[in-house]
T-cell receptor, first 115, second 114 residues
Framework: EPEVTQTPSHQVTQMGQEVILRCVPI?????FYWYRQILGQKVEFLVS????????KSEIFDDQFSVERPDGSNFTLKIRSTKLEDSAMYFC?????????????FGSGTRLTVV | AQSVTQLGSHVSVSEGALVLLRCNYS??????LFWYVQYPNQGLQLLLK??????LVKGINGFEAEFKKSETSFHLTKPSAHMSDAAEYFC????????????FGTGTKLQVIP
């Protein structure tokens, strides 16, 4: 069964450093997403991406965040200057278009720890 | 805007007993509804989803959920709990059209007592 692949599974970074979280969506999917789950809390939507541009973003997704699909296969989330409160599990997801949301699939996540 | 409310952040059941996890939704348009399970330190696994076909939806691992429009509910059930069902369960909602963002509930941790 096709999978969404996220790397690395765990990343530790110092406060103020830039991090890039990487995702390889399912190959024929058109919509891409990032979600965040702070430890012990619910999963929160960050951003959706379609046709090489952001289609929707939450209030969490401020100027410190950016997304990119650099080469037609990877989908990345960049945090420019990490803060302690950015520590969380970050999930990538991808889906087909269509009314039944076929194939909406989450990756296994990257746990980001900011120290 | 759509939202879901999960009643009970922690639920304990005995092994072999009925599992009932409650979820109520709010949406101004017909919703899509989901249940996801998350085992410790793992990702999100889709248990089942409702997309306006049959109101009783059967999922993996013996779970099912019934969409009740009159009650705006989508409760998750399993007739007989197994130790391996211990996990956190998230109800979630999305809507047709748009860019299909999924809005999650706060989660319910299921404990199964031997």
């Amino acid at each position: 069964e096709p999978e969404v692949t996220q790397t690395p599974s765990h990343q530790v970074t110092q406060m103020g450093q830039e991090v890039i979280l990487r995702c390889v969506p399912i190959s024929n999917h058109l919509y891409f997403y990032w979600y965040r789950q702070i430890l012990g809390q619910k999963v929160e939507f960050l951003v959706s991406f379609y046709n090489n541009e952001i289609s929707e973003k939450s209030e969490i997704f401020d100027d410190q965040f950016s997304v990119e699909r650099p080469d037609g296969s990877n989908f990345t989330l960049k945090i420019r200057s990490t803060k302690l409160e950015d520590s969380a599990m970050y999930f990538c997801a991808s889906s087909n278009s269509g009314p039944l949301m076929r194939g909406y699939t989450f990756g296994s996540g990257t746990r980001l720890t900011v120290v | 805007a759509q939202s879901v409310t999960q009643l009970g952040s922690h639920v304990s059941v005995s092994e072999g007993a009925l599992v009932l996890l409650r979820c109520n939704y709010s949406s101004s348009v017909p919703p899509y509804l989901f249940w996801y399970v998350q085992y410790p330190n793992q990702g999100l696994q889709l248990l089942l989803k409702y997309t306006s076909a049959a109101t009783l939806v059967k999922g993996i691992n013996g779970f099912e959920a019934e969409f009740k429009k009159s009650e705006t509910s989508f409760h998750l059930t399993k007739p007989s709990a197994h130790m391996s069902d211990a996990a956190e369960y998230f109800c979630a909602v999305s809507v047709q059209g748009g860019y299909q963002k999924v809005t999650f509930g706060t989660g319910t941790k299921l404990q199964v007592i031997p």
